[in-house]
T-cell receptor
Framework: AQSVTQPDIHITVSEGASLELRCNYSYGATPYLFWYVQSPGQGLQLLLKYFSGDTLVQGIKGFEAEFKRSQSSFNLRKPSVHWSDAAEYFC??????????FGAGTRLAVHP | GAVVSQHPSWVICKSGTSVKIECRSLDFQATTMFWYRQFPKQSLMLMATSNEGSKATYEQGVEKDKFLINHASLTLSTLTVTSAHPEDSSFYICSAKGEGNTIYFGEGSWLTVV
């Protein structure tokens, strides 16, 4: 069955530090992969997506993610975190039918 | 970019009543929309797939008679929570497929049943 795992429930980083949020997927073929961000009490905003092609994907707000088939991973990175990046981050996958399966989410806290 | 709008953003209803939540794709047509439920500090759980002009497809464990989904047009899907109970209180989010297979989410709707 298709599944998405985000091993880190909560991460705290200092402002200006680099960030990497982990995501692993389980699917027979190459899924469509997404990263979304959710601020408290609000909907989801798409940061980036991977369908095929270049395995390093650039997104909005300075985020990027790298698809690694050998590791079944799609980790999200940002070189320098801003205080406004504090939010909940969700990795999601789709088997091509647009039905997204979400990971449990990683809550990011940013220290000044 | 594509926008998906939900209404209402917040709703409080009495136990035993029904409440309807709308999901609209504002600048694109969506033959398929999706309804998710999110409990506080938890991830999103897919409830059902809403198909324009046909019956919704419900995920295992979701009561289709309790969560009525209607996809009357290419830009509107509605979720009606019937005979609501306090345990139905949750954050409900819809999504729709836009251009390039990108999934866009609505802002979500908070339902509180008292």
């Amino acid at each position: 069955a298709q599944s998405v795992t985000q091993p880190d429930i909560h991460i705290t980083v200092s402002e200006g530090a680099s960030l990497e949020l982990r995501c692993n997927y389980s699917y027979g073929a190459t899924p469509y992969l997404f990263w979304y961000v959710q601020s408290p009490g609000q909907g989801l905003q798409l940061l980036l997506k991977y369908f095929s092609g270049d395995t390093l994907v650039q997104g909005i707000k300075g985020f990027e993610a790298e698809f690694k088939r050998s590791q079944s991973s799609f980790n999200l990175r940002k070189p320098s975190v801003h205080w406004s990046d504090a939010a909940e981050y969700f990795c999601a996958s789709s088997g091509g039918y647009n039905k997204l399966i979400f990971g449990a989410g990683t809550r990011l806290a940013v220290h000044p | 970019g594509a926008v998906v709008s939900q209404h209402p953003s917040w709703v409080i209803c009495k136990s035993g009543t029904s409440v309807k939540i709308e999901c609209r794709s504002l600048d694109f047509q969506a033959t398929t929309m999706f309804w998710y439920r999110q409990f506080p500090k938890q991830s999103l759980m897919l409830m059902a797939t809403s198909n324009e002009g046909s019956k919704a497809t419900y995920e295992q464990g979701v009561e289709k008679d309790k969560f009525l989904i209607n996809h009357a047009s290419l830009t509107l899907s509605t979720l009606t929570v019937t005979s609501a109970h306090p345990e139905d209180s949750s954050f409900y989010i819809c999504s729709a497929k836009g251009e390039g297979n990108t999934i866009y989410f609505g802002e979500g709707s908070w339902l509180t049943v008292v």
